[in-house]
C-alpha cells in the first residue's frame, strides 16, 4: 500500500479515538516507519524475530513534570510493514491500525491494559 493510503488509514483511526485520548495529542508526534529496527524489537520483547506493529517513547503524561518542557516530544511510531504484512484486507488494516494507536496512546498517558479494554480496544 503507497504510504499516503496508510497515512489516510491512520487520520481516519485519530478521527474515531475517544475525546480523552484526542486531548493527548497535543503532546506527542506520530510517525510512520516501514519496519522496526531488529535491535528495538530484541530489547523491547526480548526475540528481534518478534512482531512489533508500534512503538511509545518518551515520557509517559503522568511522569512529566513542568520543567520537563524543553525536552523532545514523545513519540508514537507505528510500523506499516508489519501491519500490512499481518493484516491484508484492508478493514483488518484499518482496526488493527486504530488499536495499535490506541494501545501506543495508551502507554503514553500512563494506562494499563484495563483501562485500555475499557475503552474496547483488544
Do not use: C
Amino acid at each position: 500500500m503507497p504510504r499516503r493510503a496508510f497515512e489516510k488509514l491512520v487520520e481516519k483511526a485519530l478521527e474515531r479515538l475517544p475525546e480523552e485520548f484526542r486531548q493527548a495529542l497535543d503532546n506527542l508526534v506520530i510517525v510512520i516507519e516501514d519496519w522496526p529496527d531488529p535491535a528495538i524489537v530484541e530489547e523491547i520483547t526480548g526475540d528481534p524475530e518478534e512482531v512489533l506493529y508500534g512503538l511509545f517513547t518518551g515520557t509517559p503524561l503522568p511522569e512529566r513534570r513542568f520543567d520537563d518542557s524543553g525536552d523532545l516530544p514523545a513519540v508514537i511510531a507505528l510500523y506499516q510493514g508489519p501491519l500490512e504484512e499481518d493484516f491484508s484486507e484492508r478493514a483488518e488494516l484499518a482496526r488493527e491500525v486504530e488499536i495499535t494507536l490506541v494501545h501506543e496512546l495508551a502507554h503514553f498517558m500512563g494506562f494499563d491494559e484495563d483501562a485500555v479494554r475499557k475503552y474496547g480496544y483488544e
